[in-house]
Structures are given as C-alpha cells and as structure tokens.
C-alpha cells in the first residue's frame, strides 16, 4: 500500500475492511472476468439491493490534485481509485445534469473494475489513469465550453471502457495464434471491438445501465460515439486518424460534427498512451510494468513458433529504446497537433521533450557500456589466440 504525506493512505484495518466488504460485493455480483461474453448462461447476474464499496472522503487537496496531469496514480487502493472516477463524474456534472441514478454509477463503477484482468499493464489502474488523463485535459483545455455535455460523458466513459478485459496479448499475437477472437472479429481491430462489446454488455444489465434515463434516439447516438472512441485506440490506425485530424486542424470548426468526432478519437489516444506526459516517478514504473506485459508475449510467441516483434523481444528492447522512438515518433507530434487548437497543453508537451532527453542520455550510456563490454571480450579472444 502506497501513503502519502497528506494521510490519504488508509490504515491496515482500514484496507482490511475494504477488502472483505468488496469480496462481498463481488460473491454478490458475479463478474464476466472468467467467461466468454457471448455465452448468455454467464451472463452478469442482476441484482437490484444497494452496493456499498466503501466510499473513502477524497480530501480537497486529493480533489484538486486529480484536476491535473501530475497526479501521482501509484498511490491508491482500487476503492479509493472508484471514489476518484465517482468524482469526476459528479465534478462534470454528469450525474445530475443525466438524472443519472448515484448508486446505479456506482454499480456500473464496480463491475466495470471487475472486468479489468490483473495483467501487467493493461489492468484497472491503467484504466484509471487513461481516465483521469481526459478528466484532466477536459479541465485543463475548457473542453466544457466547446463540447456538449453528451460528447462529454461519451469521452469519459469510453476511457473507462477503452480496455475491458484485456487478455494481456495484443492484436498481433491474437491474429498470429488464430484465438477464438481473432476468429470472431476476422482479424480486425479484434482487442478494441471485444472491448465494445463488454461494455455494452455490462450496460445491458439494468442494474448497471448508467444511460438508462436517455431514449432510445439518445442512446444510439452515445453507443456509436463511445464505439468510435474505443476503436479509434487501436495503434494500427494511429497514422490514419493523426492524418485526417491534421487535414482538419488549421481550419477547425466546432460546429462540424466530422472535425469533433476527430477531435474526440484523437483526445481517446492521446489520454491512452500518455503516461510519459506525467512525472518522471509516475511515469517510469509503467514502462517496466509494459515491457513485462510484451516479454510475456513474446515469450509465448517463441515458445508457439510464432512471429516476434523486436520491440518486445526481451533479448533486443531495452528501456531506452523502447522510449526514444515511441515518444519522439508517435506522442510529441501527436500532442503537438492538438496543441495548434489548445495552445494550454505546452504542459503536457514539456515532459515529453524532457523524457526524451533523458532516455537518449541513457540510451549513450548503454552504448557506452556495451562498447566497454565488447572491447574487453575483444582483448580476452585476442589474448587467447597469443
């Protein structure tokens, strides 16, 4: 358990209550973490009483802190994590502006942690911080002001749902081992539309269905915005998306539901992939917590005479260079797009810069260190053959 200074951190008992009162709630709702979506007699089971994951006070200083980009996600318990997002959506005025029921959100909150699998990466936390990412962006750029409050709850809640029950093994590995998702989604964007899926599974249940005062018209058109979200995260259409959104970005218009839809699939990307955008000690642990997720799927790949990707062979990729590339290539002229509309995220651009010099130092003193490494192997193979 992480504390902080501030005595946000829970004591033993504390934790301890909190980790019997949700294996309570979760013996009462069973989740869908163990079974195939599509199977209707594993079905999430209704229930209609009143859950009551502890609900811990969020101090004001943790509230003001969760307004920015520099909020230290490490330091929290899952419940506490449920309390922050319960926030943001009570901060943004959805519940209330929606009619939306609190302890139907809350519900819908726990279920949604239930279908995040415990992988390396892209588990809860992951989710929680892509969240607070566009909660944040969302404070920091006004988006109030620009966008309606019904893209604002589409671009909430499709970062919340952006990765349920990711297996922990991406699209390649996916189509390569011709997995029954492969199969169902015929090679396509397979991870993202199973992600769609059990989201608008878990909406199905009446119990978990924040939408449930918006008609019919209303609600199709927040399940094809938040299906749009979830797809446009898929890293095979990142050239794709950051191209049309850059056709459009000099002469941007609000009123045009094309450009806004691009907006919306570029701020779902940004917010996933932004963590080098935090503070350096929030945002390293995330890298090994990365690269553990892709030597476990090269492992496997190996080890099933399947491709490998360099980048997550554990035998080629080192810290740095899985980095430098990712952060100059893919993130800053990403964030520097957006930047030409929101001219406030220089904030966020300034970390990028800072953690690509790092890791290029880093990168030389490997180097460095391998040129040691060989021209000592170098002398010892000479001194044998004399």
């Known amino acids: ?12 008992v504390e934790i301890e209550k909190c980790h019997s009162d949700i294996k309570k ?28 994951y502890p609900k811990y006070h969020l101090s004001q200083e943790t509230v003001e802190a969760l307004r920015h980009p520099t909020f230290d996600v490490w330091q929290w318990e899952p419940n506490e994590m449920l309390s922050c997002l319960e926030h943001m959506y009570n901060d943004l005025d959805l519940v209330k502006g929606f009619n939306m029921n609190p302890i139907t959100l809350k519900r819908w909150l726990l279920c949604i942690h239930d ?10 936390r992951h989710c929680f911080c892509v ?18 409050q019904v893209d604002i709850l589409i671009l909430m809640t499709a970062a919340v749902c952006h990765d349920l029950q990711h297996p ?4 390649t590995y996916q189509i390569n081992a011709r997995t029954e998702l492969a199969v169902r989604y015929n090679d396509i964007s397979l991870l993202e539309n199973h992600h769609c899926a059990v989201a608008f599974q878990i909406f199905s249940q009446p119990d978990c269905n924040i939408f449930s005062t918006f008609d019919a018209e209303a609600f ?20 794709e998306i950051l191209d049309s959104f850059k056709h459009k970005v000099d002469r941007f218009d609000f009123s045009d539901e094309e450009h806004v839809t691009c907006l919306k699939m570029v701020l779902i990307k940004c917010c996933d992939i932004s963590n080098e955008v935090r503070p350096m000690e929030v945002a390293e642990p995330w890298v090994d917590c990365l690269l553990e997720e892709y030597f476990m799927q090269s492992d496997r790949e190996k080890a099933e005479s399947l491709p490998v990707a360099p980048f997550m062979d554990r035998e080629k990729v ?20 957006v930047m030409k509309l929101f001219p406030q995220i220089e904030v966020m651009i300034q970390p990028l810069r800072e953690s690509r010099d790092r890791y290029e130092e880093l990168k030389q003193i490997d180097d460095a260190m391998n040129e040691v490494q060989k021209k000592k192997s170098e002398n010892l193979t000479m001194g044998k053959k004399k």
Do not use: W
């Not at 358990?1 to 033993?12: D, F, L, P, Q, V």
């Not at 973490?33 to 007699?41: C, I, L, R, V």
């Not at 898929?234 to 050239?239: C, F, L, S, T, Y």
């Open 131 to 148: 969240t607070q990412m566009m909660y944040s962006m969302i404070c920091l750029c006004s988006l109030q002001e620009i966008f309606t």
């Open 168 to 171: 922990g093994y991406n699209n």
């Open 1 to 12: 358990m992480h504390t902080n200074s501030g005595g946000e951190g829970m004591k033993a």
């Open 318 to 337: 080192t810290k740095p260079t899985a980095q430098i590339g990712f952060i100059k290539f893919v993130l800053i002229p990403m964030f520097e797009t």
């Open 220 to 239: 199709k058109q927040i399940r094809q915005g938040i299906i749009t979200l979830i797809l446009a995260t898929d890293m095979a259409r990142h050239g």
């Open 25 to 52: 709630l979760r013996e009462e709702m069973p989740s869908m973490n163990n079974s195939h979506f599509m199977d209707d007699k594993k079905k999430l089971t209704s229930r209609r009483d009143v859950p009551s």
């Open 115 to 124: 279908n995040y699998q415990v992988n390396p990466f892209h588990n809860f």
